[in-house]
């Protein structure tokens, strides 16, 4: 019997839309093990609507505190990915970002070493929950599910 992907839930935030121009800028792990990883990268620049989004300007010292060498992210990256199934509200955004900075690291990376299935919260909570049409936003959604998030 095949033993189960472990689901690793995944935030990341990033300086702009398109992952082969942009950075990532933060990144949010947890692990069903209760695990949790949190690091900022350092960047050359950012998009002004993403450091809107992001409150980036708002939040420099924060991030310059928990800031890594790229090099160390790739071992946090390799330790927590490995055949883990992605939870998330906009995961495949997240991947192709993490697959774009593999790449950019030369790690050799022939296919994603995690699970082909992630798991889009965004759309099992709605319906689940009876959150009504669409668009929601991640506080509705985290409210939805008893995670109260701070405004």
């Given at each position: 019997?095949i033993?189960?992907?472990?689901?690793?839930?995944l935030?990341?935030?990033?300086?702009g839309?398109?992952?082969?121009?942009?950075?990532?800028?933060?990144?949010?792990?947890?692990?069903?093990?209760?695990?949790?990883?949190?690091?900022?990268?350092?960047?050359?620049?950012?998009?002004?609507?993403?450091?809107?989004?992001?409150?980036?300007?708002?939040?420099?010292?924060?991030?310059?505190?928990?800031?890594?060498?790229?090099?160390?992210?790739?071992?946090?990256?390799?330790?927590?990915l490995?055949?883990?199934?992605?939870?998330?509200?906009?995961?495949?955004?997240?991947?192709?970002?993490?697959?774009?900075?593999?790449?950019?690291?030369?790690?050799?990376?022939?296919?994603?070493?995690?699970?082909?299935?992630?798991?889009?919260?965004?759309?099992?909570?709605?319906?689940?929950?009876?959150?009504?049409?669409?668009?929601?936003?991640?506080?509705?959604?985290?409210?939805?599910?008893?995670?109260?998030?701070?405004?």
């Amino acid at each position: 019997m095949i033993a189960p992907a472990p689901p690793v839930f995944l935030d990341l935030e990033t300086t702009g839309l398109d992952p082969v121009v942009h950075q990532i800028l933060e990144v949010g792990i947890i692990t069903e093990e209760g695990h949790e990883v949190h690091f900022s990268l350092p960047i050359d620049r950012i998009d002004p609507g993403a450091a809107k989004v992001n409150r980036y300007y708002e939040r420099r010292d924060e991030l310059k505190a928990i800031e890594i060498t790229e090099r160390e992210a790739m071992i946090e990256f390799s330790t927590w990915l490995r055949g883990a199934v992605f939870v998330g509200n906009y995961v495949q955004f997240d991947l192709r970002f993490i697959e774009c900075f593999l790449r950019r690291m030369h790690c050799g990376l022939n296919s994603p070493p995690w699970h082909y299935h992630p798991v889009h919260l965004k759309a099992l909570v709605p319906g689940t929950y009876g959150l009504g049409p669409a668009p929601w936003s991640s506080g509705q959604v985290a409210r939805a599910v008893g995670v109260d998030i701070p405004k």
